[in-house]
């Protein structure tokens, strides 16, 4: 199932739960929380629906697991607990004063980050294996990740660049010597491409003492395709179509694998 047949699925189980279908929308919430297991929406309303106490006090539990600042699961709670809600405004009539998107003050919303707590919109929350994030969370999250310095970086620009080189060397000497055999040449290519690519993106990796930084497999990626086209510029020119095909062939596959290799 995908994402929009679930949505249309749980919007089918809103529909049943209003109109007193109780079981059948507590059938299909289920279907949808098999999928999406940390829907705090879905979570809730099953909260809501389902009778057995241990049942309902399980799936709060799961909603404050996921979202530590959801008001009503902690109301919802404490009222299975038999203590009495937190809440100190319980006797205002007025709701629970709305919160508003800490980016977008003009938004109202009930999402909170659920790292630092801060009111977040639909646009601006962050899905994350661990649940809703605001954009910083999430930021910080990476810097944590990203730990290159600059010296890194251009010592694994360097090495993508030589790299580069002798990919091209590799290029011109593949079809040298395979270009006139069509099946073997595209064979080579085939192979030769991931090989070189993957090479030199360990390579990079070393040089960069195996820190990450933020744009650098795309701009790893250019600085070794530069390398590479400096060498195969005169052959472009001069090239015929087939050789071409096997060094654009070969040059595709060393250029996807060194991204993947620095991505991942
Ligand atoms: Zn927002
Ligand atoms: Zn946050």
Redesign the pocket.
């Known amino acids: 199932m995908d994402d929009l047949e679930l949505i249309n699925l749980s919007k089918r189980a809103n529909v049943a739960a209003a109109s007193g279908d109780i079981s059948g929308a507590i059938r299909m919430y289920k279907e949808v929380l098999a999928q999406q297991p940390d829907n705090e929406s879905v979570l809730m309303h099953l909260a809501a629906l389902i009778d057995d106490p241990k049942e309902k006090k399980s799936y709060v539990q799961r909603v404050l697991k996921i979202n530590p600042y959801n008001e009503d699961a902690k109301t919802m709670l404490a009222g299975l607990e038999g203590r009495p809600a937190q809440k100190a405004e319980e006797a205002d009539p007025e709701p629970v004063e709305a919160l508003h998107?800490y980016?977008?003050p003009d938004?109202e919303t009930t999402l909170r980050c659920n790292k630092c707590g801060r009111p977040?919109?639909t646009?601006?929350a962050i899905r994350t294996p661990v649940g809703y994030r605001c954009p910083d969370c999430v930021r910080e999250q990476q810097d944590k990740f990203y730990t290159a310095t600059t010296s890194d970086i251009i010592k694994g620009a360097v090495v993508a660049f030589v790299g580069g080189l002798l990919v091209g060397l590799a290029t011109l000497l593949t079809i040298m010597f395979l270009g006139r055999f069509l099946f073997f040449g595209f064979l080579a290519a085939f192979f030769i491409g991931p090989a070189l690519g993957g090479a030199v993106a360990e390579a990079v990796r070393r040089a960069m003492g195996k820190r990450h930084a933020r744009h650098f497999p795309i701009i790893g990626d250019i600085v070794f395709l530069i390398g590479i086209l400096l060498l195969l510029i005169p052959f472009v020119l001069f090239g015929d179509l087939i050789s071409l095909g096997m060094a654009a062939l070969l040059v595709i596959m060393a250029l996807s694998t060194f991204y993947a290799r620095l991505k991942f």
């Open positions: 998107c980016y977008h938004r977040i919109c646009e601006c």
